[in-house]
């Protein structure tokens, strides 16, 4: 029996990191090999077969230029088109709320919020063509993530801010190193199917990193607001209201509004174009499929 689930494990393996159009030919081949070597009652080479298998170099299939064109050509939308598009949204958010509520304060802040909102979420849908399906999780989560948090310390670094590079930078090493490994698990969620609890998983933990990264700045201000109320300190960030609590409210506000400036903007657009990436790359896959292998007659 332990054989049998060793064996099945790691033929198993082997399959997946095999093109998906080849697995199903693949599994029936191996399995019917090891179900031979079990009939013969070798169960040291039925393990060294499989084993064999799980740590072969799979055969790589040569790519044409065209396809590889087309690759360069994915990568590049998502690396720098991506980013390029979520700034012209956050310029248009802003344009939009100051020509609709001028002088309104804070309901013009929860305008561009919500605006920013929808462009997160158009973004995460144009993942379906930014996304580049061949690469690995590992890849497209660097993809992703280094290009909002390098354009994070270049908008300190070129105008040589040492003062807020100091302040804001780890905030950005907390949000993207925090989505990074998010993305990992996100990614896993997808391809075992379960798509919805990906995207919610996502969406929220993400949330909850930027509720994190914003509060770093703001504890590194003179004259923090009060500590209790931080958990708002984002909603804050995007919204310029306190919505009547007590805390944050007045200078509380304003100081919030200062230290953060457009941290919680970036996360939140950053947020969208990454998980549609990842859950477009990853398509969910059969429950059968992805339940096992034929199990060889093993003893």
Same mark, same amino acid.
């Given at each position: 029996?332990?054989?049998?689930?060793?064996?099945? =494990?790691?033929?198993?393996?082997?399959?997946?990191?095999?093109? $998906?159009?080849?697995? &199903?030919?693949?599994?029936?081949?191996?399995?019917?090999?090891?179900?031979?070597? $079990?009939?013969?009652?070798?169960?040291?080479?039925?393990?060294?077969?499989? =084993?064999?298998?799980?740590?072969?170099?799979?055969?790589?299939?040569? $790519?044409?230029?065209?396809?590889?064109?087309?690759?360069?050509?994915?990568?590049?939308?998502?690396?720098?088109?991506?980013?390029?598009?979520?700034?012209?949204?956050?310029? %248009?958010?802003?344009?939009?709320?100051?020509?609709?509520?001028?002088?309104?304060?804070?309901?013009?802040?929860?305008?561009? =919020?919500?605006? #920013?909102?929808?462009?997160?979420?158009?973004?995460?849908? !144009?993942?379906?063509?930014?996304?580049?399906?061949?690469?690995?999780?590992?890849?497209?989560? !660097?993809?992703?993530?280094?290009?909002?948090?390098?354009?994070?310390?270049?908008?300190?670094?070129?105008? &040589?801010?040492?003062?807020? !590079?100091?302040?804001?930078?780890?905030?950005?090493?907390?949000?993207?190193?925090?989505?990074?490994? #998010?993305?990992?698990? %996100?990614?896993?969620?997808?391809?075992?199917?379960?798509? =919805?609890?990906?995207?919610?998983?996502?969406? !929220?933990?993400?949330?909850?990193?930027? &509720?994190?990264?914003?509060? %770093?700045?703001?504890?590194?201000?003179?004259?923090?607001?009060?500590?209790?109320?931080?958990?708002?300190?984002?909603?804050?960030?995007?919204?310029?209201?306190?919505?009547?609590?007590?805390?944050?409210?007045?200078?509380?506000?304003?100081?919030? #509004?200062?230290?953060?400036?457009?941290?919680?903007?970036?996360?939140?657009?950053?947020?969208?174009?990454?998980?549609?990436?990842?859950?477009?790359?990853?398509?969910?896959?059969?429950?059968?499929?992805?339940?096992?292998?034929?199990?060889?007659?093993?003893?």
């Amino acid at each position: 029996m332990v054989i049998r689930r060793l064996a099945t =494990a790691l033929l198993g393996l082997a399959v997946r990191r095999w093109p $998906a159009r080849l697995r &199903d030919g693949l599994r029936r081949e191996w399995a019917a090999e090891l179900h031979v070597l $079990a009939e013969e009652e070798r169960p040291g080479a039925v393990l060294r077969f499989a =084993a064999s298998l799980a740590v072969a170099r799979p055969a790589r299939e040569p $790519a044409s230029v065209a396809v590889r064109a087309r690759a360069m050509g994915r990568a590049l939308r998502l690396t720098v088109v991506a980013p390029l598009t979520a700034a012209a949204m956050f310029v %248009v958010a802003v344009v939009v709320a100051g020509v609709l509520l001028p002088d309104t304060g804070s309901l013009q802040y929860g305008a561009v =919020a919500l605006l #920013l909102g929808a462009g997160a979420v158009v973004l995460a849908r !144009l993942g379906r063509w930014w996304t580049v399906g061949g690469a690995t999780t590992t890849a497209l989560v !660097l993809a992703v993530t280094v290009p909002g948090c390098a354009a994070g310390f270049l908008q300190y670094a070129l105008t &040589d801010n040492s003062a807020k !590079l100091a302040a804001h930078g780890p905030a950005y090493l907390i949000f993207f190193g925090g989505l990074g490994a #998010l993305l990992h698990f %996100v990614a896993r969620l997808a391809t075992t199917g379960r798509r =919805a609890r990906a995207w919610w998983t996502g969406a !929220l933990g993400a949330l909850a990193l930027a &509720d994190v990264a914003v509060m %770093v700045p703001v504890f590194l201000a003179t004259g923090t607001p009060h500590p209790a109320s931080a958990p708002l300190w984002l909603v804050t960030a995007l919204t310029g209201s306190g919505f009547g609590l007590p805390s944050p409210a007045g200078w509380e506000i304003f100081t919030i #509004l200062d230290q953060t400036e457009l941290d919680p903007q970036i996360f939140l657009l950053c947020t969208g174009i990454a998980l549609g990436a990842i859950m477009h790359r990853a398509p969910a896959r059969n429950t059968a499929e992805e339940s096992g292998l034929p199990s060889p007659s093993v003893p």
